[in-house]
C-alpha cells in the first residue's frame, strides 16, 4: 500500500506540453480516476507514474521514496506496480493459469506459492472455472479479467489501470466497472484509473481528477464534481448541462434578460461583468407561468421520449435554449409555451470561458 504524492509534474514533447505542473495526492488505498478526453494527458500521467517516462520537471512520491524526478527514474520493475491496458494484451499461446502465473515465475517463487497466488488471482476476478482455456476461448470480458488477475497476482502496491474497459460492448463494461471496483474494495490496492468515460469514473472512483490539455481542472470526490463543477468544462465534461449567458447582478444573482436568477456564485468575476448560470437538466422544473422566482418563459422547440424521462428542448424567450429532463408521461407539445423554474440550490454562477 502506497500514499502517491504527484509534484509539479510536467511532461513536454519537443515544445508541446502534454503534462502542465500537475499536483495530485492519491491516498493509500484510494481509488482515483483520471478522466478527460482524447490528448488531454492521461496515459502521459499513468506513463509517468508507472517509471516508463521521464518528467521533464516535477517529482513523484510514494510514501517517503522519490519515484520519478527528471534526474532519475526508478524503473518500473522496483514500484511494485501492475499496468493494465485497454487491450488486454493477454499472450494467446497461453492458458488463462500460464498467463497469471507468468509474472510469478519470473519472481522465482515457489511452485506451491505460485499455486497460492494464481488461485487466489483467479477467485477474484471469477476465472477460476476457466484456468485452462486459451484467450480465443474466452469472451473480451473475460480477456481483460485475464489481464486483470496477472496484474493482481504479483501482489502490487499500486494498480494503474488506462481505458481498461474501452474495447468492452457497452454492458459488459457497465458489469465490469463494478468488478474494479468490487476487487479494489477486497485488496485496498492504492489504484489509478483512466478513463474518458465519465460514468466510469463516477462509479469506480473514490476522488476524480479531471483534466483538460495537461492540466488538471478539479480533484475532488465523484458529488464534488458532480454537484460542485469547477467551472463550465467540467461542468458539461460530467453529465449533461445547461449554460445560460447573463450578467451578475449586485445581490449575486444572474440576470438573464430582465429577470433576475438566484443562485450560488462560484464564479470570480464582479458584479455587472458577464458570467454563466448553470443548471443541470434534470434539476430543471415545468411550472406554472405565475411561479414567482427563478422562472424562465419560452417555447417547446424539441421533445424526444427517452423511456425513463422526456428529453424536452425549450427556446427561451430571453435568448438561448435550455434542456430539461422532465417524467416520461408528461407531453408538451412542440411550439407550446412552456415555463420552467430553476431551483436556486440546483443553480450556480461560474465564469464564462476564456
Ligand atoms: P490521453 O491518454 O489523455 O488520451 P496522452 O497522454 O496519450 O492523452 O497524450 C497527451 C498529448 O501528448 C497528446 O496530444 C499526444 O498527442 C501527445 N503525446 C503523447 N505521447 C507523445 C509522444 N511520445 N510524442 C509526442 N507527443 C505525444
Ligand atoms: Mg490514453
Given at each position: 500500500m502506497s500514499e502517491i504524492h504527484i509534484r509539479q509534474l510536467s511532461r513536454s514533447y519537443g515544445t508541446y506540453q502534454a503534462l502542465k505542473s500537475c499536483d495530485l495526492i492519491i491516498p493509500d488505498g484510494a481509488l482515483l480516476a483520471l478522466l478527460g478526453p482524447s490528448g488531454c494527458g492521461k496515459s502521459t500521467t499513468l506513463q509517468l507514474l508507472a517509471g516508463f517516462d521521464t518528467p521533464s520537471?516535477?517529482?513523484?512520491?510514494?510514501?517517503?521514496?522519490?519515484?520519478?524526478?527528471?534526474?532519475?527514474?526508478?524503473?518500473?520493475?522496483?514500484?511494485?506496480?501492475?499496468?493494465?491496458?485497454?487491450?488486454?494484451?493477454?499472450?494467446p499461446h497461453k492458458t488463462v493459469a500460464e498467463n497469471v502465473a507468468f509474472g510469478l515465475k519470473l519472481r522465482k517463487l515457489s511452485r506451491s506459492e505460485v499455486e497460492t497466488r494464481l488461485n487466489r488471482a483467479l477467485d477474484m476476478v471469477r476465472l477460476g472455472a476457466f484456468r485452462d482455456r486459451y484467450p480465443f476461448e474466452l469472451s473480451g470480458g473475460q480477456q481483460q479479467r485475464v489481464a486483470l488477475a496477472r496484474a493482481l497476482a504479483v501482489e502490487p502496491k499500486i494498480l494503474l489501470l488506462d481505458e481498461p474497459l474501452s474495447n468492452l460492448d457497452a454492458h459488459l463494461r457497465e458489469e465490469m466497472r463494478f468488478e474494479i471496483r468490487r476487487v479494489h474494495d477486497e485488496l485496498g490496492i492504492t489504484t489509478v484509473y483512466v478513463t474518458h468515460d465519465q460514468g466510469e469514473a463516477l462509479v469506480t472512483a473514490d476522488k476524480v481528477a479531471v483534466m483538460r490539455a495537461g492540466v488538471v481542472q478539479q480533484f475532488g470526490s465523484p458529488e464534488d464534481i458532480f454537484e460542485k463543477p469547477a467551472n463550465t468544462f467540467v461542468a458539461s465534461f460530467i453529465g449533461s448541462n445547461n449554460e445560460i449567458k447573463g450578467v451578475k447582478d449586485a445581490g449575486g444573482a444572474l440576470r438573464v434578460g430582465a429577470t433576475p436568477l438566484r443562485a450560488e456564485d462560484r464564479s470570480s468575476v464582479a458584479p455587472g461583468e458577464p458570467a454563466i448560470l448553470c443548471i443541470r437538466p434534470s434539476r430543471v422544473q415545468l411550472c406554472d407561468p405565475t411561479t414567482p422566482g427563478n422562472r424562465l418563459d419560452g417555447t417547446v422547440k424539441r421533445s424526444a421520449y427517452l423511456g425513463e424521462y422526456r428529453d424536452v428542448l425549450i427556446d427561451l424567450a430571453d435568448g438561448g435554449t435550455l434542456r430539461a429532463f422532465v417524467a416520461p408521461h408528461l407531453r408538451p407539445s412542440i411550439g407550446d409555451p412552456v415555463s420552467v423554474h430553476l431551483p436556486p440550490t440546483a443553480c450556480q454562477i461560474l465564469d464564462a470561458p476564456q
Open positions: 520537471s516535477g517529482e513523484i512520491w510514494a510514501d517517503k521514496e522519490l519515484l520519478s524526478s527528471p534526474q532519475k527514474v526508478i524503473p518500473p520493475e522496483h514500484r511494485g506496480i501492475s499496468l493494465v491496458f485497454q487491450n488486454y494484451a493477454v499472450w
